[in-house]
């Protein structure tokens, strides 16, 4: 991992699993991020669904007019994103993402650095999303 942040949280947050657990997952599955980071809960006013943690691909398709043709995106190609959660609903979401969703995003990040050109080219996201306890995943 070339950038790991993390951010000073509230008492009343904490991110949903541990740097070691997810550094284990995704050693397990042969993945190898460029950027990790732990941000702030971002839950909108009103809203009812809360993004846990994400994975996105930065394609290297853009317009290079202004850069070398060679040249990787800035900062690294393979992100994982974390946003604290309340910690009243961590127990809770922390044995769910360990067993079963983190796995799942580690595949998808093993995989990412080599399925071909075209879609290394453009934008992908693996997004685990929280709606009243309830989490889903959203993949484009």
Request: proline share 3%; with cysteine; glycine share 8%.
């Amino acid at each position: 991992m070339e950038v790991y942040s993390r951010c000073r949280l509230q008492r009343i947050y904490s991110h949903a699993a541990k740097l070691g657990q997810i550094e284990q997952a995704l050693r397990a599955h042969g993945a190898r991020l460029d950027d990790l980071s732990f941000g702030p809960a971002l839950i909108e006013k009103g809203s009812t669904t809360s993004m846990v943690f994400d994975l996105y691909w930065v394609g290297d398709g853009r317009s290079r007019i202004f850069e070398g043709a060679n040249s990787a995106p800035e900062g690294g190609r393979l992100l994982m994103r974390w946003n604290a959660v309340p910690s009243a609903n961590r127990a809770d979401l922390e044995s769910q993402i360990i067993e079963r969703w983190l796995p799942e995003a580690s595949a998808w990040a093993a995989k990412a650095r080599t399925r071909g050109n075209a879609w290394a080219a453009s934008d992908h996201r693996w997004m685990l999303v929280n709606t009243h306890g309830r989490l889903t995943v959203t993949i484009d």
